[in-house]
């Protein structure tokens, strides 16, 4: 069983930062791709970052590329994503997933293990 636990959201000016964390527990944490979504009021879950499972292959959506950047310490289990240059369409609520079978999927469907999320919110 894998638990993750996501932590680091808040309330944040546009053009702030935040970096959000996410701790994972019960399996082979660093065998393993892990991405990064979010999910705003009314939307569907969409795909925001992903690393590989040794942290040399990241890959992006085009809204935050060159403002988020998402890293990985296999040592600790946790995977992160620093968020810079803010903008209130950043706003939802942030999730982070570990696939066992893809190494760089932007698709919901290819991740198992979920974390609970954590609200970020951007104010203009």
């Known amino acids: 069983q894998v638990q993750l636990v996501e932590s680091g959201g808040g309330l944040v000016q546009a053009g702030g930062s935040l970096r959000l964390s996410c701790a994972a527990s019960?399996?082979?944490?660093?065998?393993?791709?892990m991405g990064w979504f979010r999910q705003a009021p009314g939307k569907g879950r969409e795909f925001v970052s992903v690393?590989?499972?040794?942290?040399?292959?990241?890959s992006y959506a085009d809204s935050v590329k060159g403002r988020f950047t998402i890293s990985r310490d296999n040592a600790k289990n946790t995977v992160y994503l620093q968020m810079n240059s803010l903008k209130p369409e950043d706003t939802a609520v942030y999730y982070c997933?570990?696939?066992?079978?893809?190494?760089?999927?932007?698709?919901?469907?290819?991740?198992?293990?979920w974390g609970q999320g954590t609200q970020v919110t951007v104010s203009s």
């Open positions: 997933a570990i696939s066992t079978r893809y190494s760089g999927s932007y698709r919901t469907r290819d991740y198992d293990y």
């Open positions: 019960g399996r082979t944490f660093s065998s393993y791709a």
């Open positions: 690393i590989n499972w040794s942290g040399d292959s990241t």
